[in-house]
């Protein structure tokens, strides 16, 4: 099991500005869970015990639709920390945490959250920052779903995609999403998904291999109406 001091995750999160011994006292009480794709870590409603940060892997954060369908909310991957917000307001999520890829995470119990929220003033700004952009990240959220149409909302998607997760050597999205999960992202039925993607290619914005995508003209996607 590798420790928390050596781990190249922590520096992409709040966990970085925790002292040695509160570094040390997580890394000791820490332990490593592993999920297969589309394994569920947590579900809406859920008491979390602990924050899980991602080690390897890529989750996506889930809310039940009035209708019964999942809405993505956000993807997770290396350094992204899950249900630190439940934990630190002590409530049952409102969120489920989904595998979408095998996933390495490390769980931290939740005395070893809050005893440093309390008494590390730099690990509570920190957290207080990243807690901030998420609330700033979900307004926007909800004025895109209100005044933007679902084609800009996809195109929106792919490029956020394409800078989070970065693209392979053949400049194909690192990130391979199924359709349904582009749909489940923006907030529309799978075959509207399918039918903006094909509409996307026939106007060579980008260019498809099964599921994976290449943007072929950024710009031009930027400017979708």
């Known amino acids: 099991m590798s420790r928390c001091e050596h781990c190249i995750a922590r520096q992409l999160n709040s966990i970085r500005t925790l002292t040695k011994v509160e570094l040390k006292r997580v890394s000791h009480c820490k332990t490593t869970k592993y999920y297969k794709k589309g394994a569920i870590i947590f579900d809406e409603g859920d008491a979390l015990n602990g924050v899980f940060c991602v080690r390897d892997g890529i989750a996506k954060l889930t809310k039940l639709s009035p209708n019964g369908k999942d809405q993505t909310v956000k993807l997770l991957g290396k350094g992204e920390l899950l249900g630190q917000r439940s934990v630190i307001s002590n409530e049952r999520s409102n969120l489920s945490a989904v595998a979408l ?125």
């Open 101 to 225: 890829n095998d996933i390495e995470l490390c769980y931290v119990p939740k005395d070893q959250t809050v005893d440093p929220l309390q008494n590390n003033q730099v690990f509570s700004f920190d957290v207080l920052q990243h807690l901030a952009k998420d609330l700033r990240h979900a307004e926007n959220d909800l004025i895109d779903m209100a005044q933007k149409t679902v084609k800009q909302r996809l195109a929106q998607a792919i490029m956020y995609v394409d800078k989070t997760f970065y693209v392979d050597d053949s400049g194909h999205l690192n990130l391979i999403l199924s359709r349904e999960d582009y749909s489940n992202f923006v907030g529309t039925a799978t075959e509207s998904a399918i039918r903006i993607i094909s509409q996307f290619k026939k106007d060579n914005l980008i260019s498809t291999q099964g599921k994976r995508i290449k943007i072929e003209n950024l710009e031009k996607l930027q400017r979708i109406e």
